[in-house]
């Protein structure tokens, strides 16, 4: 069950508001990727902390006035990477999926997106790649890999 503003871990309750609901956003995003609650709080709480430090005052307000509906259910217009920190220097791969083509950030315990066809997955994996300015690896149907792009503005 996804956490919110009212219902949420015990260890998380000493936590400025606005840091905790990070940690509920991160946690919550982290639990549905597959990772178990006690890794997940954790990580999420050193991940918020480290968020408020560095967030400007409109990204501190926007998280302020999230709503507990919004921290339960993941918003699918939001990218993965803005929730989990740790993902923003990890690569984007295309990969053949059971159910089509899956795009999946480097060391994800799971896809962010499944499409019925390659193009799509390609298309949203660059995407997002190019936002974070890392790279793209597009493999083949048998898993090798067919191509690699690196979208580093650095």
């Known amino acids: 069950m996804p956490w919110d503003a009212t219902d949420y871990p015990d ?7 606005t ?17 178990k609650e006690d890794q997940a709080i ?8 480290e968020w408020y430090a560095n ?14 509906k919004s921290l339960r259910e993941r918003d699918e217009k939001e990218e993965d990477f803005n929730s989990r ?20 950030v480097e060391d994800a315990k799971q ?7 390659k193009h799509d997955a390609i298309d ?9 300015e890392t790279h793209l690896v597009i493999h083949k149907a048998d898993g090798s890999i067919q191509e690699k792009q ?5």
């Open 55 to 68: 967030a400007n005052n409109k990204e501190i307000n926007q998280m302020k006035n999230k709503t507990n």
């Open 111 to 117: 896809p962010a997106f499944v499409f019925n066809n």
């Open 42 to 49: 954790p990580i999420a709480t050193e991940q918020a902390k």
């Open 124 to 132: 949203r994996a660059r995407e997002i790649a190019q936002k974070k």
């Open 150 to 154: 690196s979208y580093d503005e650095k």
């Open 11 to 17: 260890s998380l309750k000493n936590l400025d508001t």
């Open 19 to 35: 840091i905790r609901k990070k940690a509920i956003e991160i946690a919550n995003a982290m639990i549905e990727e597959g990772f």
């Open 85 to 104: 920190p740790e993902t923003l220097e990890k690569g984007e791969h295309v990969y053949p999926h059971d159910n089509g083509w899956a795009v999946q």
